[in-house]
């Protein structure tokens, strides 16, 4: 149980497209989704929470109109890199919340999605 | 503001040997998590610790939490190849969300 998927899982595009990248939990409910960001042989930082039919909240130095969050469903939130540009390539990996007491709160975390804009 | 710091960030030991990865943090939290991460790959729950004293044990890893000295360990006993990995420590903080260490970069050689 406790099942969370990204998709793409790799996505290549040109600088100033935009790229959607998919977070699901499969065997869950999640009123809570969270979007992180990793850099190369970095730590995870979160940049926003995404709560379910509610505006998601960012973290200091996150741009809400670049990265835009929806999470329109229980088990279903997007974030979307508006106009990209090489230095938002990173991996970005997202995590939900089972607010059930057996999982004690835990997140889950999907598989990561790399992003490269050329 | 919740900080957590692990140490050390980069490890490199012999297959058969033992060593402790330290994480610690700043402030009062609730729970404490250790994750593994293989290169390209996203985070393997290993462990939850909840209460003060907890101790979780998985094959060769063992985790603790003393939630006085804010500081939790991650111990390797016998280690062998198939733990070269990324161990990552977090902890909840006030909102409920996590805030992670810098990751601690294992490599076990033969």
Known sequence: ?118 | ELKVEQNPLFLSMQEGKNYTIYCNYSTTSDRLYWYRQDPGKSLESLFVLLSNGAVKQEGRLMASLDTKARLSTLHITAAVHDLSATYFCAANNAGNMLTFGGGTRLMVKP
């Open chain 1, 1 to 118: 149980g406790a099942v969370v998927s990204q998709h793409p899982s790799r996505v290549i595009c040109k600088s100033g497209t935009s790229v959607k990248i998919e977070c699901r939990s499969l065997d869950f409910q999640a009123t809570t989704m969270f979007w992180y960001r990793q850099f190369p042989k970095k730590s995870l930082m979160l940049m926003a929470t995404s709560n379910e039919g509610s505006k998601a909240t960012y973290e200091q130095g996150v741009e809400k109109d670049k990265f835009l969050i929806n999470h329109a469903s229980l088990t279903l939130s997007t974030l979307t890199v508006t106009s990209a540009h090489p230095e938002d390539s990173s991996f970005y990996i997202c995590s939900a919340r089972d607010m059930s007491h057996a999982s004690y709160n835990e997140q889950f975390f999907g598989p990561g999605t790399r992003l490269t804009v050329l």
